[in-house]
């Protein structure tokens, strides 16, 4: 058997390790445009901020290991011009001769990955302004900080590469301006959990601007949509990535709704023995079953061993993404999996929303807080997404988030995980069993949650309601919300008397713990309509950013 493979990076070279070792008689060459193969595209921006010594670290692999090892050709700078399905037959150029030839495949897997997205700026290709998608991107980038030593640098979008970016330039010593056209930086998650990612870069003297676009890259500034410059010596365009699908469309291959290559669960497109992987496929996600684009090198190199397994006989199967994705920037671990709460309620879930905030570990021990926003279905209380932020302990708990989701686990199954626990790795009660409690309470015990912003809806629409600060009184003088009535907790009992049982209770804390305590007494006093502040009084403002009393 024959098989052909389109790209040479994470997916194309998993598709031709797994079928070799499937297949030892199969005859695989892999045809891929560029001039280097299966590198680390996730860590350029530690190359560039010097934290990795040599490109060469992010290059693992050269077409002569693949050829010793697995006994697989890889011709590198050689560019598919076309596919003709029905001769099984594919046109390829190599770049370095000029000489264009017919090759011919039983099996054929497409892993031609994405471009970097080019908004449609003037200027946008000058020689100061850069994507990042390739080692030659890399290359570029570093040449030219050498060479010109640049002061200023603005990037264009606030997602996992503009971010990373941002970090390492600035710790290089660059001021760095940041453009979002969004309201929110990292438009992957909530706006209440993006508010601690961008506190955190403007506590580094990088400048944020949201909600604003670039019309146009001079020499030395851009120009702003709504009037104004910002100064640059470099810009970095991080806008996000299509796929690149031109060879595939043009061979009458379909695509998804997402503008990616369509496949089934075993990597097929509609044509006849033409499979895809990586990063220029569609994936689903696996909680709604409904098509998404979330290019990782990690579903990368997971759809490729599909893909290399089925073409030569095997019973893989792709199940679908959470779309989990981690990075870090200046300290603070940021991570999601799942639904966030806006996709969630677009795909018509009635959901619960948690803030927890807790230590990674004991206080004693060095703990610092970690921030856990989790949504659950209201109706069959599967948990559906989570968001963590903070400075340690985030992998381990998101990861046991990926694996409950994964397993259809609901909210009252988190709190009978067995977990790991010492001082210097977790608190007695982890975060996420502590998560599921909260979602538990308020979805089978009456200990409702109200958000943030469900909060200032409630403030602004003239219902009446009292809202109750039961920290002490030291705590609220220093700063509490707009209307909070201060009764500690210690006083709430026979406060009860005056307070009205017919009208809306909401009670805080700083965090939610003290809160969920006096929402508990007043339930237990006969209080009917009672509700907590999720996350207490440190989420509402940070989601609200009030003003608050001094």
């Known amino acids: 058997m024959k098989i052909l493979i389109v790209g040479a990076v994470a997916g194309g070279t998993s598709a031709a390790a797994k079928a070799r070792r499937n297949d030892e008689a199969a005859e695989i060459t892999v045809y891929e445009q560029d001039d280097v193969i299966s590198y680390s595209g996730c860590g350029m921006p ?15 692999r050269n077409p002569a290991f693949f050829k010793s090892k697995y006994n697989i050709n ?13 001769s099984k037959t594919i046109e390829v150029e190599n770049t370095a001769s000029g000489e264009v030839f017919t090759d011919s495949y039983d099996k054929l897997i497409l892993a031609t990955g994405a471009r970097a997205l080019l908004p449609p700026i003037e200027g946008i290709h000058a020689a100061n302004v850069f994507t990042l998608r390739s080692i030659a991107d890399a290359k570029k980038i570093t040449a030219f900080m050498q060479m010109k030593n640049p002061q200023k640098a603005v990037i264009l979008g606030t997602g996992f590469i503009g971010l990373e970016l941002c970090e390492n330039l600035a710790e290089l010593g660059l001021h760095i301006t940041l453009i979002e056209k969004l309201p929110q930086v990292t438009p992957g998650l909530d706006a209440d959990m993006a508010v601690y990612v961008k506190e955190r870069i403007a506590s580094r003297d990088v400048e944020v601007i949201t909600g604003e676009s670039v019309v146009a890259i001079e020499p030395g500034r851009v ?23 031109n060879l595939a469309k043009d061979a009458g291959i379909l695509l998804g709704s997402t503008g990616a290559i369509a496949v089934n669960a075993k990597m097929q497109t509609n044509l006849p023995d033409i499979y895809a992987c990586g990063d220029c496929m569609e994936q689903y996600q696996c909680i709604h079953g409904k098509p998404i684009y979330r290019p990782l090198g990690s ?6 061993r599909i893909a290399g397994d089925c073409v030569t006989g095997g019973d893989l199967e792709f199940r679908g993404v959470l779309g989990t994705g981690i990075f870090k920037i200046f300290g603070l671990t940021v991570a999601q999996t799942g639904l966030t709460e806006r996709e969630a309620l677009a795909e018509g879930y009635a959901i619960v929303i948690s803030h927890n905030i807790k230590p990674d570990k004991p206080a004693y021990m060095g703990g610092k807080d970690i921030v856990i926003k989790a949504i659950a279905d209201k109706n069959d209380g599967r948990i559906l997404g989570v968001q963590i932020i903070g ?63 469900e909060l200032k809806s409630l403030m602004d629409s003239g219902a009446e309601y009292t809202l109750l600060d039961v920290r002490v009184p030291k705590q609220y003088e220093s700063g509490h919300i707009e209307t909070a009535v201060n009764i500690p907790l210690e006083k709430l009992r026979e406060a009860c008397a005056s307070l009205d049982k017919n009208t809306a209770i909401i009670t805080y804390c700083n ?19 009672v509700w907590n502040i999720s996350g207490g009084y440190k ?9 608050h009393h001094e």
């Open 539 to 547: 989420q509402y403002v940070k989601t609200i950013k009030q003003d």
């Open 299 to 304: 579903t990368a190199n997971k759809t490729g």
């Open 223 to 245: 120009l702003l949509a709504r009037g104004g410059t910002v100064s640059a010596d470099m810009v970095i365009v991080a806008a996000g990535v299509r796929p690149h699908v």
């Open 74 to 86: 890889i011709l590198t700078r050689h560019k598919v011009l076309a596919i003709h399905a029905a």
């Open 46 to 60: 530690y190359y560039i901020g010097r934290h990795i010594s040599t490109v060469e670290d992010l290059i693992p």
């Open 391 to 453: 400075e340690a302990g985030v992998d381990k708990r998101l990861d046991v988030f990926v694996t409950a989701i994964t397993f259809g686990a609901k909210a009252k199954d988190l709190c009978h995980l067995d977990l790991a626990y010492a001082p210097p790795f977790s608190t007695t009660k982890d975060p996420v069993m502590y998560t599921g409690m909260i979602l538990d309470n308020a979805m089978r015990r009456g200990r409702l949650l109200i958000t943030a912003t």
């Open 511 to 529: 965090k939610g713990v003290t809160g969920n305590a006096a929402q508990n007494l007043l339930l237990g006093k006969g209080f009917k309509k």
